[in-house]
Structure formats: C-alpha cells, structure tokens
Nanobody
Framework: QVQLVESGGGLVQAGGSLRLSCAAS????????MGWYRQAPGKARVLVAI???????NYADSVKGRFTISRGSAKNTVYLQMNSLKPDDVAVYYC?????????WGQGTQVAVSS
C-alpha cells in the first residue's frame, strides 16, 4: 500500500506562481514513476508531468516552458513548480506514483487562478 499527500495548492493571480509538493509513504519500490495529473472542471483527468526514478521527464505540451517537475532531496518526494499560471490551469492537481503496475493517487489539491 502506498499513500500520497499533496500540498501547495491555492489561489493565485494570473501570471503568478505556485509550488506543489507530494510525499509518498508505504510499500515503495526504488524503481518508480511519479508525476502530476490535473482535472479541470467538467473535463477528464490528464497528465501534466512525470519523472522516473532515473530522472527522465515528460511534460504535457500545454505546460512546457512554464512548469518544472523535480524530485526532492528527501526520498519519495516530488514537486511541481508552476510559473506564469493561466486561467486554463485551474484544476484539481493529483500526485501519482507507479511503483510497479499499480497506480496510486493522492487526494488532490485545488489550484485556482484569478483573472
């Protein structure tokens, strides 16, 4: 069993920044993928960014150049630095870990952007 806890969401003005954090605990394998997904109002959950334990990274086209995913110095932590936020970024952001073939999800953290 894996548990994920997100933090850092909130309300920011357009053009501002937020930094999301996620900490994983439980039965975690050293070989794993962590990432961030988001679900906007009335839309499906989509991938934002992923990072492997080996450091390979992939971003959604909509956030390239604005968001940065990274692993923290603490074990099994992941961050999402979000800059130049837009109203289109409004969503619930979910942390994800895939230590094997099973995906685990955090409870989600709300990101709101005012115009």
């Amino acid at each position: 069993q894996v548990q994920l806890v997100e933090s850092g969401g909130g309300l920011v003005q357009a053009g501002g920044s937020l930094r999301l954090s996620c900490a994983a605990s439980g039965n975690i394998r050293s070989d794993n993928v962590m990432g961030w997904y988001r679900q906007a109002p009335g839309k499906a959950r989509v991938l934002v960014a992923i990072i492997t334990s080996g450091g390979m990274i992939n971003y959604a086209d909509s956030v390239k150049g604005r968001f940065t995913i990274s692993r923290g110095s603490a074990k099994n932590t992941v961050y999402l630095q979000m800059n130049s936020l837009k109203p289109d970024d409004v969503a619930v952001y979910y942390c994800m870990m895939r230590p094997a073939s099973i995906q685990y999800w955090g409870q989600g953290t709300q990101v709101a952007v005012s115009s």
